[in-house]
């Protein structure tokens, strides 16, 4: 029946299918029509242990998926859920990538950054750039995925260019057509560097934002990042926002809420 | 709509609720720019606490239902924030809470010397089995934690109380013969709780967790009211307030001040503006001040 009052309870989902990605990556799908944008996230709960937010990585009408690395108590757990496991949704939340027609394109992602940009890449035209870094060729996520081409680099150099998306990026504007926007994701300096080379080459861009959450909803106060509020405000950030954020590349709340360099904070979440 | 709350002039009466966003300087600032009157930072309390893990806060369509389990850096890890803070242009309540009348005592008077300008102590909160609740449902708890940090505190003291006290009535009273310079009415009501019947598990980590919003404002008006016929001290009155009109109820029942949390889910940081801004279109339409409805609904007849 049509509930009388809409309670935003966690939607109890069972999986459909875990697809082993990459070394410590894999994404569960689920059957569901979720109302959904590219950059968005949802709250997963496994019940008895935790909830934390996930990007959608896959999306269709009838089906969904997240992309999880394992790395805590949390996301090792996630990646052994089986097909038939009950695990709980609450979401989407978050306001997801700012996408304009016409636009040329530029989108970066590092390691499983690549996960909220890939429903991206799926919208965008087939003129957009496509830049893609992981620790080594193994760890790409997604390789076969899309249409168009990409430019990829690895820290031990066995797959593409040896070095940083930062490199391939700064090529494609000295050398390629005009950019009206750059969207990124991946470690948080990396696309602290992108900001930069962005606003020096005067592109407007677009970054993902993590921090600790809690609520989902704006209220609690865990993932505050300057005066944004990542989980209601973001995850996903602007050039204009960014300029303003003083904490950005710099600062992170505990789960505490204790304020901690960066450093310490992707420590902490890696337990 | 300036308005005068104990030693300071507030530009309204709109409050932000403690454990609401009130995690730095910078968030605070923001709720202050966006038409806040006083903001609360989030309770500090003794040790370092991480609170309780997810899921702690889901939306029932009629309000939320917490157990966040007050995380706090602790009092003595939280100099950058003293630091960040001392250099702001907006009042501030300091909210503290312990596990003994000692915690209570050692921790609001570490935070008094960072003079915010209100300090509240939470004797209500549900989501801790040591904490808050435990204390603030007796009178003679009550008594002995207001006393001790009253004597410790040079900034007013605001005492922040429970629904689930048998007489808050009663509780609001022996505060105030201890002391306390304002009542915040109320903290969230409860512990309720959520089963998943698909899991058959408690949705919120904690099992148990308080209610808020607009399932809980008849509660809150109510203890205010009571609250109001029991003390002479100004109430801070909570729970629920989404529109202009419900802080008009409130300030009815006797609260000089409107809390606001919740709300935020439901109509954005900005929510602060909008309440203030309703409550002066409901006031100028019925051609009446603030003044003129405080207790309004204590009248004869």
């Known amino acids: 029946m049509t509930k009388p009052v809409m309670d935003q309870k966690p ?43 996930y990007t959608i990585s896959h999306y269709t009408p009838d089906r969904f998926g997240i992309t999880i690395e394992a790395k805590g108590t949390f996301s090792r757990r996630a990646i052994g859920l089986t097909k038939g496991n009950l695990v709980g949704i609450r979401g989407p939340f978050g306001n997801g990538f700012d996408i304009r027609p016409g636009q040329r394109a530029a989108v970066v992602a590092g390691g499983c950054g690549m996960a909220p940009l890939a429903t991206l890449v799926e919208q965008l035209p087939g ?10 060729k193994d760890f790409l996520l997604f390789p076969d995925r899309f249409a168009l081409p990409r430019e990829i680099c690895t820290d031990d150099g066995s797959l593409g260019h040896k070095g940083l998306v930062t490199d391939l990026l700064d090529r494609r504007i000295t050398n390629g057509g005009p950019l009206d926007m750059v969207y990124a994701c991946g470690p948080e300096i990396m696309m602290y560097k992108i900001f930069q080379l962005c606003e020096t080459r005067g592109i407007p861009c677009q970054v993902s934002l993590e921090r600790y959450m809690r609520c989902g909803l704006g209220v609690c106060g865990a993932c505050v990042c300057g005066k944004q509020v990542v989980c209601k405000d973001g995850p996903v950030f602007g050039s204009e926002a960014l300029r303003e954020m003083k904490d950005f590349n710099k600062k992170a709340l ?10 310490l904070y992707f420590s902490w979440r890696c337990r | ?8 002039t507030l530009k309204n009466p709109t409050v932000l609720a403690s454990g609401i966003l009130g995690n730095s300087k910078d968030i605070l600032e923001r709720v202050h720019e966006a038409g806040c009157g006083l903001v609360t930072l989030k309770s500090i309390g003794p040790e370092p606490r991480d609170g309780h893990n997810n899921p702690t806060v889901i939306d029932l369509g009629c309000g939320l239902i917490n157990a966040v389990g007050l995380p706090s850096p602790g009092y003595l890890n939280m100099e950058n924030e003293w630091a960040e803070l001392e250099h702001r242009n907006f009042p501030i309540i300091a909210s503290v809470y312990g596990g003994s009348v000692d915690e209570y005592r050692r921790v609001a008077e570490y935070v008094s010397s960072k003079k915010p300008d209100f300090i509240e102590i939470n004797i209500s909160c549900p989501n801790s089995e040591q904490h808050g609740m435990i204390f603030g449902i007796n ?32 509780i609001a009273k022996a505060c105030e013969d201890a002391g306390a310079d304002a009542i915040c009415a109320i903290n969230t009501l409860g512990p309720g709780m959520v089963i998943d019947i698909e899991s058959k598990r408690p949705v919120l980590a904690f099992k148990k967790g308080g209610l808020s919003g607009p399932m809980i404002k008849p509660v809150a008006v109510r203890c205010v009211f009571d609250i109001y016929k029991a003390v002479s001290i100004p109430i801070i009155g909570l729970g629920g307030i989404t529109t202009g009109e419900d802080a008009v109820e409130m300030v009815m029942a006797g609260a000089t001040l ?13 929510v602060f503006q909008k309440i203030a801004d309703e409550m002066d279109t409901w006031l100028s339409e019925h051609n009446l001040s603030l003044a003129d409805i405080k207790g309004a609904a204590h009248g004869e007849g």
């Open chain 1, 11 to 53: 939607l109890m989902l069972r999986v459909m299918e875990n697809k082993r990605e990459a070394p410590d990556y894999a994404t569960l799908f689920f059957d569901h029509n979720l109302a959904f944008r590219p950059g968005q996230f949802v709250m997963v709960w496994i019940p008895g242990l935790d909830e934390k937010p």
């Open chain 1, 127 to 136: 003129d957009t750039t496509l830049i893609h870094g992981a620790r080594s």
């Open chain 1, 254 to 263: 505990l789960k505490s809420g204790k304020e901690v360099d960066l450093s």
């Open chain 2, 1 to 8: 709509m300036g308005i005068r709350f104990l030693h300071r």
């Open chain 2, 139 to 170: 009178r003679d708890s009550s008594r002995a934690v207001v006393s001790a940090v009253k004597k410790v505190v040079s900034v007013p003291l605001i005492v922040k109380l429970t629904p689930q006290a048998p007489d808050i009535a009663d």
């Open chain 2, 258 to 270: 409107v809390g606001i949390g919740t709300a935020v889910r439901y109509r954005g940081i900005d």
